[in-house]
């Protein structure tokens, strides 16, 4: 986790993660569990049909199929999930950065969804919810026992309509009513301004656009003001809660001109990726301060502990999220939907994690 002026590593959405996307076959795991896996497979294909066949009255095979998978993949973390096509679908427009819902980001915690961020300028933020808020009801039904995909769906619905989130706040002794109105969400992935001597630029998602709007964001700022009057920067990464891989790599680019950036782990010892920074830094060596807080999750991690480990910019926060996972997206055969899996954890330069 990320503590004011230092990166403590202690040892995670809709959308908290540093993703990136595969095609292809599985590679298939370890033969000498082959035999008990396969009985396993059988056991689950018994039950199955006994489902099938007995149960006092018809059930959904579709449906069955899939609260099975995503039990399986609830057992892993709670990054993991099952996306049906529409889900999927959905996904691939969120990291466009255009989306309809509420504007929040949230996880699963002690069987309750947290919000990691309300982004900016949305529905969840113009109503009031909070990073760290603990939604424990949707319009009135209890979230426990909700996988985070049910609850996430509870929360879509047709643009402007309202829907009730119950939320238990830290300091505050009763839970809170909030009525939220859905609406589409478009987010700007960089917002900039001048301050006096100072370039202000805040990322509030690290999309597929984020990189390119930062660096219009810093031309824009040149033009604004003489290169003799600039100071420096402020990068400001608080409440946001991540987003694509390639773009903190991108983001973490534009500060630097060498060194590394980021390094992902696999299961597998020799599945290492490092990605490097390329010559050329766009604000020519200027001072940069960064900016975290709590609700700064994945990618922004990804970004403030490159640029810190290569000292080249000064944190300055409270605690962010200690998220230090990639979840890789697995289109699945015949439009069937997506796997968000868990496939790697994340390194600074310096080799540490911040997987919480």
């Given at each position: 986790?990320?503590?004011?002026a ?11 993660s ?36 007995q ?6 095979e579709?449906?069955l ?7 399986m ?26 989306f309809?819902g509420?504007g ?15 982004i ?10 909070m ?11 209890d ?13 879509r ?7 009730k ?11 809170l ?31 597929e ?9 810093i031309?824009?700022?040149k ?10 920067y402020?990068l ?22 060498h ?23 766009m ?5 940069l ?8 999750a994945s990618?922004?991690?990804i ?15 409270t ?7 990639v ?30």
């Open positions: 986790m990320i503590r004011k230092s990166l403590l590593f202690a040892g995670a959405l809709i959308g908290a540093a993703m990136s996307l595969v095609h292809g076959a599985p590679n298939p795991a370890g033969s000498d569990s082959n035999a008990n896996t396969y009985k396993e497979l059988a056991l689950f294909g018994d039950v199955f049909e006994r489902v099938r066949a149960y006092v009255t018809k059930p959904n579709k449906s199929v899939e609260n099975a998978i995503n039990g993949l609830a057992s892993l973390d709670p990054h993991s999930s099952y996306m049906d096509a529409e889900q999927a679908k959905d996904m691939r427009v969120q990291t466009k950065g255009e309809g509420l929040i980001e949230v996880t699963m915690e002690n069987n309750y969804v947290k919000v990691i961020t309300p900016d300028d949305t529905p969840a933020a113009k109503a009031g919810v990073a760290g808020d603990f939604i424990t009801a949707i319009d009135g039904k979230v426990n026992g909700m996988t985070l995909q049910d609850a996430v769906d509870k929360m619905g047709p643009v402007h309509t309202p829907i989130l119950t939320i238990v706040r830290k300091g505050v002794d009763k839970p009513d909030i009525t939220v109105v859905r609406d589409v969400i478009k987010v700007k992935a960089v917002k900039y301004r001048v301050d006096n001597d100072v370039g202000y630029i805040k990322i509030t998602s690290f999309t656009r984020t990189s390119d709007e930062l660096h219009n964001a031309t824009q700022i033009k604004q003001l003489p290169d003799d009057k600039l100071k420096g402020v400001d990464l608080r409440l946001n809660p991540g987003g694509l891989l390639d773009q903190a790599v991108d983001v973490c680019d534009t500060f630097l001109d060194g590394e950036i980021v390094s992902t782990r696999g299961r597998d010892p020799k599945d290492v990726t490092r990605f490097d920074a390329h010559p050329g830094d604000i020519d060596g200027k001072p301060v960064v900016l975290i807080n709590g609700g700064s990618a922004s991690e970004t403030a502990g490159a640029l810190q480990d290569q000292r080249r910019a000064t944190i300055v926060g605690q962010s999220f200690g998220k230090g996972s979840q890789t997206i697995i289109p699945l055969p015949e439009n069937s939907g997506a796997l968000r899996l868990t496939t790697a954890l994340y390194y600074t330069p310096s080799g540490r994690s911040i997987q919480g």
